[in-house]
């Protein structure tokens, strides 16, 4: 048994300090790129059925929006630089950088070796959300994706439509490798309008009902070329269980919007990370 030392209170009451702080970041300037939107002509749209996922892709100094179209609806969401899928989101240093969940002028992160933004968040209608509660808010980079060992482990099933095997399908659909090819290339996701968080007494992961609606939206402009996939996750909108067929399920729509020419004056892509990757030697 651990005993539990005389100043254990002292040691709990230490202030946090935070690890990343963030004010050094490239600032986001987003009147350049609401401006951009204004004007903005849609060039491409996908709708992703319920528990399935589609890819789009997105060219640098594009748009794209995630909106909720017939009912309440989580989705996951991956990102790959179009030309080298190496270079993939990184929910874990976005979460370091900006925190557990994502919105309004924060940004997608890419992996090592890379470390540039992928895309940024310029208009998020549940940002009124915040944070509840119970602790949990909306657009978690938290959690990882449902996916089919997890629940083979947990139940024993074979189950085919978690959000892994969707993003998994749609990858192989939108290059023409093979799935043992497109799998190790499929990351943990943006829980796109899902609401989550940690308990307080356990520190376990929990969902909980996402707020989303028909005609809520998060919307992101694309820092680099993007491939992108979606999974309409087969939870619905997370608010009893994952992988299964009895959640309700909803359509997610992607639309794709361009600029008209000038509009960004002043905006480059981002270079990626300036780190000379000698590591000491």
């Given amino acids: 048994m ?20 963030n004010d050094t970041l490239p600032k986001v300037d987003l009147a350049l790129y609401r401006g951009a939107r204004e004007g903005a002509r849609k060039v491409d749209e ?39 899928l190496s270079e993939r989101f990184y929910s874990g240093k976005t979460r370091a950088l900006h925190g557990t969940h994502l919105s309004t002028g924060e940004r997608m992160w890419s992996a090592f070796p890379f470390l540039r ?25 938290i959690g990882t994706r449902c996916d089919p060992y997890t629940h083979n482990l947990l139940s024993g099933g074979q189950y085919h439509h978690c959000c892994h095997s969707n993003l998994t399908r749609a990858l192989v659909d939108a290059t023409g490798m093979t799935l043992a090819e497109a799998e190790p290339h499929v990351h943990d996701v943006l829980n796109v309008f899902m609401c989550t968080g940690f308990t307080r007494d356990t520190g376990q992961y929990f969902m909980k009902a996402s707020p989303v609606r028909p005609g809520d939206y998060l919307e992101f402009f694309a820092e680099i070329d993007l491939l992108g996939a979606l999974s309409a996750c087969p939870g619905g909108d997370c608010s009893s269980e994952h992988s299964s067929d009895e959640a309700a399920c909803y359509p997610l729509l992607v639309e794709v919007f361009a600029p008209e020419e000038g509009a960004l004056q002043g905006w480059s892509q981002p ?10 030697r």
Avoid at 117 to 141: C, F, K, N, Q, R
């Fill in 117 to 141: 933004p992928m895309a940024t968040i310029t208009e998020d209608t549940l940002g009124w959300y915040g944070i509840d509660g119970y602790g949990g808010s909306v657009h978690d980079v």
């Fill in 2 to 21: 651990t005993d539990i030392p005389a100043d254990a209170e002292t040691r709990r009451a230490v202030a946090p300090v935070i690890c990343y702080p």
């Fill in 46 to 84: 996908v709708l992703v059925p319920p528990r399935e996922a589609m890819a789009f892709r997105v060219a640098a100094g594009q748009f794209f929006r995630i909106s909720s179209v017939e009912g309440p609806q989580v989705g996951d969401l991956n990102l790959w630089n179009a030309h080298d």
């Fill in 271 to 280: 270079g990626t990370n300036g780190y000379d990757r000698t590591h000491g």
